[in-house]
């Protein structure tokens, strides 16, 4: 019996699916994500790395160049289809969220769950995409949340 079984997953249904995203998820495209390391998603992006997850990095104005130590693509349709991305980390305001959320189940094949940070929701869009099959975190970080369940 692995450990995190053991692990108390809270009491709430999103306790639940946040522990099962921690332990199945691998590769996590972050829109949003910026080289300058005192912006949040840089070092949500940097203990991610460190917990063994890869992080693709999407940033339009930074695409072409590498944060660590990956390249940056424009958009989420620019993700090369063999980059197996189970999830999506949003660091944009609620507005960019359902165009963000469309490109990512139009181009990503392996999508399995949205995750939208700190301060970020988007009922019209968490509905769509829970109906789509994914699941949807809203105004959480994968920062805070993971080391719970890992």
Not at 17 to 43: F, K, Q, Y
Not at 63 to 75: C, R, S
Not at 87 to 113: C, Q, S, W
Request: proline share 9%; charged share 25%; glycine share 6%.
């Amino acid at each position: 019996m692995e450990f995190a079984i053991l692990r108390d997953v809270g009491s709430s249904p999103m306790d639940a699916d946040i522990a099962r995203i921690a332990r199945e998820t691998r590769c996590i495209a972050m829109v949003g994500l910026s080289p300058n390391e005192h912006r949040p998603a840089w070092g949500v992006a940097r203990f991610l790395k460190s917990q063994g997850y890869r992080v693709i990095p999407i940033n339009p104005g930074h695409a072409g160049n590498h944060i660590l130590d990956e390249l940056v693509y424009p958009d989420l349709a620019s993700v090369p289809v063999d980059i197996p991305v189970d999830m999506v980390d949003i660091f944009r305001k609620p507005e960019a969220v359902p165009t963000i959320v469309n490109d990512a189940i139009a181009h990503l094949p392996r999508l399995r769950t949205v995750w939208l940070q700190l301060g970020v929701r988007h009922a019209q869009t968490a509905i769509w995409s829970r109906r789509q099959g994914l699941t949807v975190i809203e105004d959480r970080c994968p920062k805070i949340e993971f080391p719970r369940f890992l």
